[in-house]
């Protein structure tokens, strides 16, 4: 069929398809819509969290450091404790492979050390005839593996009678690098810990405030009003200054670790809250309710999950200012007491200035805590985005 204009009569090819028509061809999808619209939520968010690069990149990142502090004994070169009494200061060491050209495999110079008279620092000059070969794989320092049996087999170890300072030493000649292994344990698990804490706390609190309002929520809020105005750095150091010096280093863990989980739960709590004075309404909710389901029942299995993306994501955002909070305490002196070690101990090595222009590599403790909470960031703002994906 066709059709013409009537000033030229010119014939124009017609626009419509002439193939048989299909009634059931649009019920059916292509291979990449089927996979595409039959995608669990789960898979789809997993989709695009992985066009997040960056958050990829910072989850692989804290995944490969969580591991790390499982066997810090085993990577670190040395014990926790143990002194280098002729080494106090001592700067960070170069690993070399090549010596005149040759290759040896990696190795540190030996060093001296002298007494400068005038300054009374202790000055290390590389010995480039004393040749000290790493070894892998190897026994050194004995240790508790988590405290439940002895070993000594360490990742690298300096070579018999040398020494091996690839962060430095501090002033008692322990191993900074070592120290920074062991203190990531304490630092990253209180974190965990904390937001484990602050995440029950804050959907029972705020999931019970927003479902059944009234009287409870009013108090709730205002509760939670109040803790948000008190400044959260002195709040944390009234509360850690008032634990007495008499318990054991495992109690205070755990005690700064209860300190930065209930005063962390008021953000989520409003999270929960708003988000359940939407969802109560629902059909949903009154089905289950006329089925005679109890309150938390419903909270828990039916309107939580709903969200519970979003609170994944802001849950991994409040990490990192639980980390920096046992670091601004422990570097105060108002957190963990030695013989436990954290990040925020190992800072206080570095308070004065003398200390930092003379002893620069004391400040290493910072760049984990940097790259932490930095990765703990990205990896939040990639589970918000991916939290909703069908935007």
């Known amino acids: 069929m066709t059709s013409s204009i009537p000033s030229t009569g010119t014939p ?45 990149v910072s989850g692989i990142f804290l995944i490969v450091l969580y591991v790390m502090i499982a066997i810090a004994e085993f990577l670190a070169p040395y014990n926790l404790h143990t002194r280098n009494v002729d080494f106090i200061h001592a700067p960070p060491q170069a690993v070399h492979l090549f010596n005149d050209g040759n290759f040896v495999g990696p190795f540190v110079y030996g060093r001296d050390m002298r007494l400068d ?65 062991y203190g990531a344990r304490i630092s990253l ?29 009013l108090i709730v809020q205002r509760i939670i009003e109040v803790l948000q105005s008190i400044p959260s750095i ?17 109690v205070i863990y755990l005690g700064i670790t209860a300190i930065l989980g209930l005063l962390d739960w008021t953000g989520l709590a409003r999270a929960v809250r708003s988000k359940l004075l939407a969802l109560r309404e629902e059909d949903y909710v009154l089905a289950a309710q006329l089925m005679g389901a109890k309150s938390g029942r419903i909270i828990g299995r039916h309107l939580v999950p709903g969200f519970m993306s979003h609170l994944i994501a802001t849950a991994t955002l ?40 003379f002893y620069p590599w004391l400040l290493f403790p910072t760049i984990p805590v940097i790259l932490v909470i930095l990765a703990f960031n990205f990896l939040g703002d990639g589970l918000r985005d991916a939290a909703d994906p069908y935007k």
């Open 234 to 250: 002195p709040l944390w150091m009234a509360l850690a200054a008032i634990m007495p010096v008499t318990w054991s280093p495992i």
């Open 318 to 357: 409040s990490i990192p200012g639980m980390i920096l909070g046992e670091t601004a305490l422990s570097f105060l002196g108002l957190g963990l007491r030695p013989p436990i070690t954290s990040w925020g101990i190992l800072l206080t090595e570095a308070r004065s200035v003398s200390v930092i222009a």
């Open 12 to 56: 124009l090819p017609h626009y419509v398809s002439t193939a048989p028509f299909d009634p059931h061809s649009v019920e059916v999808m292509s291979e990449d819509q089927a996979r595409v619209y039959q995608a669990s939520q789960l898979r789809l968010m997993w989709w695009k969290f992985k066009r997040h690069k960056l958050a990829l």
């Open 117 to 181: 008279m005038d300054t009374l620092r202790r000055v290390y000059t590389e010995d480039r005839t004393d040749i000290q070969p790493l070894r892998f794989f190897c026994s050194g320092d004995g240790y508790r593996f988590w405290g439940l049996f002895d070993a000594s087999t360490h990742l690298v170890c300096p070579a018999e009678g040398g020494q091996f300072f690839l962060l430095g030493s501090d002033r008692l000649g322990r191993d900074v690098l070592s120290r920074i292994l």
């Open 189 to 217: 698990t209180i974190g965990l810990l904390g937001i484990t804490m602050s995440f029950v706390l804050g959907i029972v609190i705020g999931g019970l405030a927003g479902y059944h309002g009234g009287v409870f929520d």
